[in-house]
């Protein structure tokens, strides 16, 4: 049995290094345990059957297709207005709008790549021209993205909620002050460091009228009218998550179509097109990946390393610092998705055997997941934003890990030590009936 299991992990990590979709690596890994273990792979075809056969799966498909059509919406030239009367007046204001209009846009797209796929476009180029240096927006724009995963609704979360079987409505709640704290961090850091990232303007910063302020809120309305109505639905009992989802995405077209007026049937057609292609994505991955994880499980993989890591550290201090470190090194080669699915169910025997809390658990894996969006050398929002913004990929790592190291890292560890950060918004919402002891 172990030598199957050993040969599986070496297919798994090959197939990483090498560069095959993960959803193959899956396969090839689970095929050739069961295969030594002379076990039958009709197991396969039920396993992959019951992973899709959820209804948190429509829910994140509303919610990938309504962050698609919020990309084409024109929201996003609205919530920079907006977020310019808040705080466009401050040291280092402009650079300040990105991150607040990325905490908005994260409220309605979900995720990460749409926040800056939207933002990067509207900011870099002008900003350039008010003295901020290109590289330097990127780089806060991109380190911003995974406001995305941690702002409610979340798509990781639903995926998360899915595998450890927790309430959508708590753990939406849990990273919402993670977040905020994270949001408040960038700003400070920005505050301090935007002088050494600055040259001489072309043009001066235009100071908003009272009428121009006026305007900007009233335009920005109808965009923020989104999450709204998906938070009052869900927490007000008034729809489920996956009716919240349907909500977003019939309200979208609506303020898209006759309100902005910047949806036509083209930007319909390839909004619904790329949410299609990240709907497959995510559900072979979901399938294939679950497959891969049960398989592991079925053999006592997960009930070993729970045994292994209780015996070799004592204390729950450092049984949860293990659980970041492994999570940050997989961040840093491997997508949030997969690391959700196969290491969510592994480490869930190990959490249960420490008396922690799941809705905290959640907060603590998505946080680490969306550092791995910002994490050298496999960052997707470096990708993204090197390809948008025209700057090379290493001219953004280097201000990119000063927010990484001086924020996003400390956060982390907060959410991890702290369970009031990520339980405390719940329980005091939902009860401690549906998110328990912390």
């Known amino acids: 049995m172990e030598i199957g299991i050993f040969i599986g992990l070496i297919v798994f990590f090959l197939g990483i290094i090498i560069g095959l979709p993960l959803c ?58 907006f977020s310019h009367v808040i705080v466009g007046k401050i040291k280092g204001g402009m650079i300040a ?19 800056i796929s939207a933002l990067i ?10 003295g901020y240096e290109r590289r330097y927006t990127t780089a806060v724009l991109c380190s911003s993205s995974f406001l995305g995963y941690l702002i409610p609704p979340s798509v990781p979360v639903l995926i998360y ?19 905020l704290l994270l949001a408040g961090g960038y700003m400070i850091l920005n505050y301090f460091i935007c002088d ?33 109505i998906v938070l009052v639905g ?22 898209g179509l006759w309100v902005y007026r910047k949806l036509d049937r083209k930007n319909i057609w390839l909004s619904t097109h790329s949410a299609l292609i990240s709907l ?21 993989v997960a009930q070993l390393m729970a045994t292994s890591i209780i015996g070799l550290f004592k204390s729950k201090i450092l049984i949860l610092l293990m659980i970041n470190v492994l999570l940050l090194i997989l961040g840093m080669f491997i997508d949030g998705i997969p690391i959700l699915i196969v290491v969510v169910p592994l480490i869930l025997p190990l959490i249960t055997d420490i008396n922690m809390n799941l809705v905290h658990l959640g907060a603590i894996i998505v946080v680490n997941i969306g550092i791995g969006v910002i994490t050298p050398p496999y960052a997707i929002s470096i990708f993204v934003g090197s390809r948008l913004s025209g700057v090379s990929y290493d001219k953004l790592v280097k201000p990119m890990l000063l927010f990484l190291f001086i924020v996003a890292l400390p956060v982390l560890f907060l959410t991890t030590y702290i369970p009031a950060l990520s339980c405390w918004l719940p329980t005091l919402i939902l009860g401690s009936k549906v998110v328990g002891a912390w």
């Not at 869900?234 to 303020?255: H, R, S």
Request: aromatic fraction near 10%.
């Open 97 to 115: 709008v990105g991150i607040v209009a990325t905490l908005f846009l994260s409220a309605l797209t979900g995720s990460s790549v749409p926040c």
């Open 196 to 228: 050494r990232y600055m040259h001489t303007p072309k043009e001066k910063i235009h100071d908003l009228t009272k009428e121009e302020k006026v305007k900007a809120v009233w335009g920005a309305l109808p965009a923020l009218g989104c999450p709204v």
């Open 24 to 81: 193959w690596v899956f396969l090839a890994s689970s095929i050739t345990i069961l295969t030594l273990l002379d076990s039958s792979l009709s197991f396969m075809a039920g396993t992959y059957y019951h992973a899709l056969d959820s209804y948190i799966l429509m829910a994140i498909a509303f919610f990938i297709l309504a962050g698609s059509l919020m990309s084409s919406a024109g929201l996003a030239e609205k919530l920079v207005l």
């Open 121 to 130: 476009p509207l900011l870099v180029g002008p900003l350039e021209k008010y």
């Open 234 to 255: 869900i927490y007000g009992g008034i729809c489920t998550p996956n009716e919240a989802g349907a909500l977003a995405v019939v309200y979208t077209l609506f303020i």
């Open 280 to 300: 497959g994505m995510v559900f072979v991955l979901i399938a294939f990946g679950t497959v891969f994880a049960r398989v592991l499980t079925r053999e006592g």
């Open 161 to 179: 909620c899915l595998i450890a079987h927790q309430s959508v409505a708590a753990v939406f709640l849990s990273t919402v002050i993670p977040g």
